[in-house]
């Protein structure tokens, strides 16, 4: 849990008026909880959590923010609940976590749709988001402020050697994160098993599972039981998308102001600094442990030949799959995010969007600074 300290000003002498007439039009502060379904700090979504709330304390001073990391506080569904009655300001929402209480989250969801830096990062862009977001709204009185990225290099970890065609993934018992990515693993001839991250460790080094879907960040935690991860080029083989969450409830009750400097924060700030330092998170872990030689353990990035025969053997598997669980408008959302995507990828070629563009060494900072066992971590980061 993080605690924002409560910032005073001392006023003196001469300085009386002058402070007087700063804090007359002053933002009063704001109090609110925000959930995440991943770790805190040193994880690069957590650190722009952390930032989110920082930019809070230094905008409105005597705000308060706490942050409830790893479902310390509400599952993803308990979380879209309390957004709904109030109990809970803002969230980090996985659009797949989310279906169990909201199957429409469900449609943007699919392997090898966006499949390029510049189509990831537009999924906001979509008419799809849009109408989403004005489902949550209306369904849920909890207002979409805007949606980010975790890894976009997506994969599949295994024990004993590396998954790249459909014969490798042939009967393995596979950690799956939900119903959507069982879809998936089903069409290559493997065997689901969805799993808490927290039970993988295990499962991989008793053999309960032979090997994991997960990001380049579960990587790096399994790394010693899945030492083989192969990733089928962006996205291949699932997104990891996230809107961030407001309830309606607690924004309506707020001032305009603000809601105005909450708005900016999120939105010119926030958003743009979790997208930035999450890509960089990726660059840094291939950085260290890419490979090219498959028979070695680390990251394999598939070539656009063998990422196609992933995409090839899915099928269409989990929008299949989605389309049995939503109505006909949700039918609807499934081919129109589709035929978006596909647009996308043809709009934003790879390297041609500003984020491939972004100085990765301006981030290393805000790793080193949040690093497990520094003095600012043990003071910023509760559990």
């Known amino acids: 849990m993080f605690h924002l300290r409560k910032l005073t000003a001392a006023v003196v002498g001469s300085g009386l008026l002058i402070a007087a007439a700063g804090t007359a039009g002053a933002v009063d502060p704001v109090k609110l909880r925000w959930a995440s379904d991943h770790t805190g700090p ?15 304390e230094k905008r409105i001073p005597g705000s308060k923010v706490q942050i409830f990391w790893a479902k310390s506080l509400y599952t993803v569904p308990q979380g879209l609940k309390a957004l709904t009655q109030g109990n809970l300001e803002i969230m980090t929402g996985q659009f797949g976590k989310t279906s169990s209480i909201e199957p429409l989250s469900n449609v ?30 209306k369904a849920h009185d909890v207002k979409l402020m805007g949606a980010g990225h975790l890894s976009m290099y997506m994969g599949a970890g295994a024990v004993k050697s590396r998954l790249i065609g459909p014969a490798d993934f042939a009967g393995k018992k596979m950690r799956s994160m939900g119903p959507a990515e069982n879809a998936l693993l089903s069409a290559l001839g493997a065997n689901p098993q969805a799993m808490a991250f927290g039970d ?50 607690w924004w309506s009750r707020l001032k ?28 840094r872990t291939l950085a260290k442990f890419q490979t090219t030689d498959k028979s070695k353990p680390g990251v394999y990035v598939m070539n ?19 389309k049995s669980k939503v109505n006909d408008y949700g039918d609807k959302l499934v081919d129109q995010f589709s035929k978006e995507a596909k647009a996308l990828v043809a709009a934003n070629p790879p390297g041609s969007h500003a984020l491939e563009k972004t100085n990765c060494a301006d981030y290393e900072k805000y790793f080193t600074r949040y690093t497990k066992g520094s003095d600012l971590y043990k003071a910023k980061s509760r559990k």
């Open 42 to 56: 040193p994880h690069p979504a957590g650190i722009a959590e952390v930032r989110f709330a920082e930019m809070v």
């Open 108 to 137: 943007v969801l699919g392997a090898g749709k966006l499949t390029t830096v510049g189509a990831i990062d537009a999924i906001d862009t979509t008419q799809t988001y849009k109408d989403l977001a004005a489902h949550f709204m």
């Open 200 to 249: 993988v460790p295990p499962a991989l080094q008793t053999g309960v599972i032979d090997g994991l879907l997960t990001s380049l960040g579960g990587f790096n935690v399994t790394k010693e039981q899945a030492p083989y991860f192969t990733v089928a080029g962006l996205n291949g083989i699932v997104g990891d998308y996230y809107y961030f969450g407001v309830s309606n409830r």
């Open 256 to 283: 305009q102001d603000q809601r105005d400097v909450l708005t900016d924060i999120i939105k010119n700030d926030f958003i743009p600094f979790q997208r930035a330092i999450n890509y960089c998170n990726d660059k």
């Open 304 to 322: 656009q030949a063998e990422a196609a025969v992933i995409q090839k053997t899915e099928g269409g598997a989990t929008d299949k799959w989605i």
